[in-house]
């Protein structure tokens, strides 16, 4: 079983739609959880980054970390055709430890 | 400021063969640490190199090596190919002072390497 679960989709959805990812992980340890977008042909790039539990709120973007279910999300307002992407979240217990990345969502939004 | 520049974009080789693929940080950025990106597995870490050391390494085969020059330039090498091997080969830069995930990664474009 991997560290870290995510459905890969593909997720197609109409433009202004919320859209919602998730990543499951299975190692209690973890406490630094990220959001990375990756278009096209592109190397990933950091969206939001979250400590510990609770949430986080940036624009139209909102992380959220449940420790206790072992369970993060990403929620998109208002989502535009730009936000077509691969988003891959990654976690870490901290220190020298590795980042650790799900399989990543590829996310379309249909003008 | 440049980003992180990786060459070559694209690369085809065939089994057995071997591969080396360069990564210049951005400028200032002492940390260099390398990923495979798979449909199947995703991103998944090769090792980081700092002040020319590794300093931390993934789940590979002893087939993936790196090393890194003093002016904070890193290759990767491959060696005996597999068809397995085809990936997109990212490589990500930070100043490196703090150790772990605190400091944000910039990665480049990647080198897609297709093994025949």
């Known amino acids: 079983q991997k560290e870290v679960e995510q459905d890969p989709g593909p997720l197609s959805v109409p433009e202004g739609a919320i859209v919602s990812l998730n990543c499951t992980y299975s190692?209690?340890?973890?406490?630094?959880f990220m959001w990375y977008r990756q278009y096209s042909r592109k190397g990933p790039e950091l969206l939001m980054y979250t400590y510990s539990s609770g949430n986080k709120e940036d624009g139209r973007f909102t992380a959220q970390v449940d420790k206790s279910s072992k369970y993060i999300s990403l929620f998109i307002r208002d989502s535009q055709p730009s936000d077509s992407a691969t988003y891959l979240c990654?976690?870490?217990?901290?220190?020298?430890?590795?980042?650790?990345f799900g399989q990543g969502t590829r996310l379309t939004i249909n003008p | 400021k440049a980003g992180v520049t990786q060459t070559p974009r694209y690369l085809i080789k065939t089994r057995g063969q071997q591969v080396t693929l360069s990564c210049s940080p951005i400028?200032?950025?002492?940390?260099v640490s390398w990923y495979q990106q798979t449909p199947g597995q995703g991103l998944q870490f090769l090792f980081e190199?700092?002040?020319?050391?590794?300093?931390n390494k993934g789940n590979f085969p002893g087939r993936f090596s790196g090393r890194q020059f003093s002016n904070s330039r890193s290759e990767m090498n491959v060696s005996t190919l597999e068809l397995g091997d085809s990936a997109l080969y990212l490589c990500?830069?930070?100043?490196?002072?703090?150790?772990?995930?605190?400091?944000?990664?910039?990665f480049g474009s990647g080198t897609q390497l297709s093994v025949l």
């Open positions: 990500a830069s930070r100043r490196g002072d703090t150790p772990g995930p605190l400091e944000k990664l910039f």
């Open positions: 190199y700092f002040s020319e050391t590794q300093r």
């Open positions: 190692n209690s340890a973890f406490q630094y």
């Open positions: 400028s200032g950025h002492r940390s």
């Open positions: 990654a976690m870490s217990a901290g220190g020298a430890q590795k980042l650790v």
